[in-house]
């Protein structure tokens, strides 16, 4: 069973479309993240939700809002994508004032 | 904040050990993290160290911290093919909420 899952795993799309991805867990947590790694394989924090509330909001576009319907689910919306936007995002999950934090497996996304 | 800084590359023969080396600055990151990535696929939590341990042993991996230098390094003993992948050193930032600041990411090449 796969404990961080997000869809989905590869997105091509052209400039200005809006596109989401989906971000889901069945580890009970109750805090959910997205981080970005760009080309050069470097990953920074964009959000953090701890039971559906923000509790982390890096400096990122505001085309970029995330939206957390429960506590499994981190979804991330992106509006008028450019072309920097192609990385690779990933959700993780972890459960508060604990250690260990998990991630998905990416969603590859491509602008052209 | 807190910076992470890691060598790009390593490369090793197969059967050797390899030592991963990592650099930090905050000194009240409470936890330290390896994470490793195959090509194209997610991150693997690897293994993680409290900041007041020298030392955790995980089958082939060794993990040393040196506090007094903010130096952590993972040893990998008998190196395999299936090792060879992108190792990221991560602090995780003092003040809670599970942020983790990532290295650069250690490209560990074994070769026969």
């Known amino acids: 069973d796969t404990a961080v899952s997000q869809t989905p795993k590869y997105l091509v799309t052209q400039m200005g479309n809006d596109k989401s991805i989906k971000c889901e867990q069945n580890?009970?947590?109750?805090?959910m993240y997205w981080y970005k790694q760009d080309s050069k394989k470097f990953l920074k924090i964009m959000f953090s939700y701890n039971n559906k509330e923000l509790i982390i909001n890096e400096t990122v576009p505001n085309r970029f809002s995330p939206k957390s319907p429960d506590k499994a689910h981190l979804n991330l919306h992106i509006n008028s994508l450019e072309l920097g936007d192609s990385a690779v995002y990933f959700c993780?999950?972890?459960?508060?004032?604990?250690?260990?934090?998990?991630f998905g497996e990416g969603s590859w996304l491509t602008v052209v | 904040g807190e910076d992470v800084e890691q060598s790009l590359f390593l490369s090793v023969r197969e059967g050797d050990s390899s030592v991963i080396n990592c650099t930090y600055t905050d000194s009240s990151s409470t936890y330290l993290y390896w994470y490793k990535q195959e090509p194209g696929a997610g991150l693997q939590l690897l293994t993680y160290?409290?900041?007041?341990?020298d030392m955790k042993q995980d089958q082939r991996l060794t993990v040393l911290l040196n506090k007094k230098d903010k130096h952590l390094s993972l040893r990998i003993a008998d190196t395999q093919t299936g090792d060879s992948a992108i190792y990221f050193c991560a602090g995780r930032v003092s003040g809670g909420y599970n942020k983790l600041i990532f290295g650069a990411g250690t490209r560990l090449a074994v070769h026969p």
């Open positions: 580890l009970g947590h109750d805090t």
């Open positions: 160290i409290f900041s007041n341990m």
């Open positions: 993780a999950s972890s459960q508060e004032r604990r250690n260990t934090i998990y």
